[in-house]
């Protein structure tokens, strides 16, 4: 009688476990999709599709100078290429982004001179601003990293999911952390830890109305207008700030070659 019962303690035992061990692998599972949904919100809210974006890249350096860029932005599948002029000079520079960053390439229209950036070179800060080539490449989080949900915050009493993003392959940063609204799930903010796992900069999202002009007509939507990347290292702020979105812009795909970007 005894043997029988101590077989049923182990067989409950076991199937206790079992269900346990299921229950935790459920939760971890639907975390994980969980995850991958909101890095998906993120690139939706961040890549806002093909046409041309008009907006402004400000410098607001450490002892307070501050030099703008008018910035138009032309995208078409993955593809984008910045013209960036600044009042005085005119057409300063090119920056062309193919296959959503895989491969990048910086003209500068005063010097004449081209550059390819690898692999390394894609996380150097573009023009003090604290935006690297490939934070601009329009890029995707969700291809690029594995997220892990890592609770909940509040901030101003309001509640943040935090969720830890680890590069697939990794470069310059060892983790981003991002900050997403809980109710509204629209990103709010992006840490960036370089490779030793200190906090190198910080990317604050702020939304706004901005016309937007499609083939049905021009409207005004709340978008992810305002960009502000804050470089701890230099104490430098880039801010992005999009002005205008028109989708009914199709470009040549003859904008996007290497060979033309010289011209």
């Known amino acids: 009688m005894r043997i029988f019962l101590l077989s049923i303690r182990i067989i409950f035992i076991s ?4 269900m346990t061990d299921s229950s935790s692998f459920l939760q971890a599972q639907v975390a994980s999709r969980n995850a991958q949904e909101i890095l998906a919100r993120l690139d939706e809210e961040l890549n806002l599709g093909n046409g041309l974006t008009k907006a402004n890249l400000v410098l607001i350096r450490r002892n307070g100078q501050s030099e703008t860029w008018k910035v138009s932005l032309f995208r078409n599948d993955g593809n984008s290429l910045y013209l960036m002029e600044r009042k005085g000079r005119g057409l300063e520079t090119k920056l062309l982004s193919l296959d959503e960053g895989d491969r990048i390439y910086l003209f500068n ?9 690898a692999e390394e070179e894609k996380y150097e800060i573009f023009q003090n601003s604290g935006f690297s080539y490939v934070d601009l490449s329009g890029y995707l989080y969700q291809a690029n990293y594995d997220p892990i949900m890592n609770g909940e915050m509040e901030i101003a009493s309001k509640t943040y999911l935090r969720v830890s993003m680890k590069p697939i392959i990794t470069y310059e940063y060892k983790k981003l952390v991002l900050l997403m609204s809980k109710d509204e799930l629209r990103p709010f903010r992006i840490d960036f830890h370089d490779r030793d796992g200190v906090l190198s900069k910080s990317l604050n999202i702020k939304y706004a109305p901005v016309k937007v002009k499609t083939s ?5 939507k709340e978008l992810a207008a305002r960009l502000e990347m804050l470089d701890l290292n230099t104490g430098n702020i880039g801010i992005l700030e999009i002005s205008e979105l028109d989708s009914t812009v199709k470009t040549d795909p003859a904008i996007y070659s290497v060979d033309n970007l010289g011209r």
């Open 15 to 18: 199937v206790l476990l079992f």
């Open 109 to 117: 229209s005063l010097s004449s001179k081209m550059f390819r950036k």
């Open 216 to 220: 049905s007509g021009t409207t005004t």
